[in-house]
């Protein structure tokens, strides 16, 4: 029995040879339920395998059975275009892969497919189309067809999966509504049966199989010599509220109280009181089970009643359980039927990388070197996961005794398989380690990271910011070139001048102007000085030191003055 809160739908579908001596058209449905759903959709495929090609049939089983399973199978924290884009990518390499294969044995296989999924999630539907059947969204507003169809003006397809190393996907989304109705069909159907006479059977006959079917004599009998297939849905219920199934039910957890030494939650035993503030209390305490020692987290009180701050800490602890790297800290599974909302994570020994800037005031290069390099392991391991952390800060990382960096807060992570609910995009993380393209509107992305790491290495370096220090969000530059950039050697004169060349690329207001990948940055940072002197010492004044460039220019100002007043 589905929630009252989730995405309900009615699907019919119905295939059919036609004409042709073998059906080699395929479509497959998943529907889900719970946190599937919640995280995956429902799923509808559609494949016309490609007349032409001597493995059309099984090209398209193929498609839609893999598919499915494979996007299933995807990280539970991929949004749905990475995960889908992924799978038809891999799809069509497989597909390409046997002709090149069965060739080498003297026989080419040729299995072509179109290929057209719909996947229905939260308040949305995500359409991958490759090919020339069609998905059309049927409603009030008419007949709107969502898809085009890859042929030429001669009707000769020029796009399927298999028929090339890669794959160009047509990417699409569309918002839904109750009573929408979505059809797939095959074009040996769209071609033959006008929209109007399709609203007229979905208006005629309540069971969707049967109006499939409908649909698909109907395109027989005018004149359709080609298989017939046709998958319709329609949308009975949409989710109730905007936040996830899992989020939802932590939600109906309670928040302990603060806890003293001694005392116990659930089976964990209190042995120590690391930190309470006004945001979190953070416990050290002992797992009997376990034979262990981790670290409670627990909301505070104060934010019983803020569902923003709470279903950033539910997602924080979503997000740990998914990685088992050790460049992040792990969370531990919660406690099955406890009443109330807390972390266990694991127990780390050794200080805040925070901490240790405040006891190493002037690092060197080195050190800073081998802190990045750890730092941008754990960074990698989210992007792997379609995880922005989106609060890149020393107070999130741990150095443990064995000098081994630790990434330990996920608070502020946007997570691809989440949708985002807000009307307006709120700007999270640390004010003064904020992308200047997030006070804009902004999406946060693993470009907005390398920004906010940047800030972060200049900030070990020098134990200060590399912009003006802001108290509030409304003090950011509106305008990318106001942004100005202060010269390591404005801190420290021991460090090589190539270097504010290498973070300066880091930090760039425009992120046009920014290193796009971590791999860069490193490489930029473990350059010798002798390689990097040439690029720095052609840089602009401007770039090198700001301050001075403006005291040249008022000195040549002040200068042509005096020759004019004189003149």
């Not at 073998?22 to 395998?49: C, R, T, W």
Request: aromatic share 8%.
């Amino acid at each position: 029995m589905e929630s009252k809160d989730s995405l309900q739908i009615t699907v019919g579908g119905y295939s059919d040879q036609g004409e042709k001596s073998q059906n080699q058209d395929a479509f497959a449905l998943k529907l889900n339920s719970g946190i599937d759903l919640e995280l995956k959709g429902h799923v509808a495929v559609i494949a016309d395998g490609v007349s032409s090609a001597n493995c059309a049939e099984q090209a398209s089983q193929m498609s839609v059975c893999h598919f499915i399973d494979e996007y299933l199978a995807t990280p539970d924290s991929w949004s749905v275009n990475k995960s889908a884009s992924q799978v038809i990518s891999s799809l069509n390499k497989w597909l390409y892969a046997r002709q090149l294969v069965n060739g080498e044995q003297g026989e080419l296989e040729q299995w072509f497919s179109t290929f057209s999924a719909l996947i229905l999630k939260g308040n949305r539907g995500h359409l991958f189309h490759v090919g020339d059947c069609q998905i059309a969204k049927v409603n009030d507003d008419g007949y709107q067809v969502l898809t085009s169809e890859h042929s030429t003006p001669a009707g000769i397809l020029n796009r399927a999966v298999g028929a090339g190393r890669h794959v160009e996907i047509d990417v699409a989304l569309t918002e839904l509504a109750v009573d929408d109705f979505f059809i797939l069909a095959c074009d040996g159907v769209h071609q033959f049966v006008k929209p109007k006479q399709i609203q007229q059977i979905l208006i005629d006959y309540d069971d969707l199989e049967l109006a499939s079917k409908m649909i698909c004599d109907l395109a027989g009998e005018q004149g359709s010599l080609d298989n017939l297939t046709c998958l319709l849905l329609r949308i009975n219920q949409l989710p109730a509220q905007a936040l996830e199934q899992i989020v939802f039910t932590r939600k109906q957890q309670v928040i302990p109280p603060p806890l003293r030494i001694g005392a116990k939650l659930d089976h964990f035993e209190i042995i120590d009181v690391l930190e309470q503030s006004t945001r979190s209390h953070v416990y050290l305490a002992r797992d009997p089970i376990e034979q262990r020692l981790v670290v409670i987290k627990t909301p505070s009180i104060n934010f019983t009643d803020d569902d923003d701050y709470l279903e950033g800490f539910i997602k924080e602890g979503w997000v740990g359980t998914k990685f088992n790297h050790p460049a992040i800290m792990k969370i531990y599974p919660e406690v099955q039927n406890s009443q109330f909302l807390y972390h266990a994570c694991e127990h780390i020994e050794g200080q805040t990388l925070a901490h240790w800037c405040s006891e190493n005031l002037q690092p060197s290069l080195r050190q800073v070197r081998t802190i990045t390099e750890q730092i941008v392991k754990a960074l990698r391991v989210l992007q792997r996961f379609d995880v922005v952390h989106g609060d890149i800060k020393a107070d999130n990382f741990m150095i443990d005794l064995n000098g081994r960096i630790k990434l330990i807060d996920f608070g502020s992570c946007d997570v691809g398989s989440f949708e985002q609910h807000h009307e307006l995009v709120l700007v999270k993380g640390t004010l003064n380690f904020t992308a200047p393209e997030l006070f804009n509107g902004g999406k946060s992305n693993h470009q907005s990271d390398l920004f906010s790491l940047g800030v972060l290495v200049y900030q070990i370096l020098t134990g200060r910011l590399p912009y003006k220090e802001m108290s509030q969000p409304e003090q950011a530059p509106k305008q990318y070139n106001l942004w100005r950039y202060i010269p390591l050697s404005t801190y420290r004169k021991d460090l090589p001048d190539w270097l504010d060349l290498v973070l300066s690329s880091a930090i760039a207001a425009d992120p046009k102007l920014r290193f796009n990948h971590y791999s860069e940055f490193l490489a930029g940072l473990n350059r010798s000085s002798k390689e990097s002197q040439s690029p720095v010492a052609q840089l602009p004044l401007l770039q090198r030191d700001p301050v001075k460039f403006w005291q040249y220019i008022s000195l040549i100002l002040l200068i042509l003055l005096v020759i004019s007043i004189a003149g």
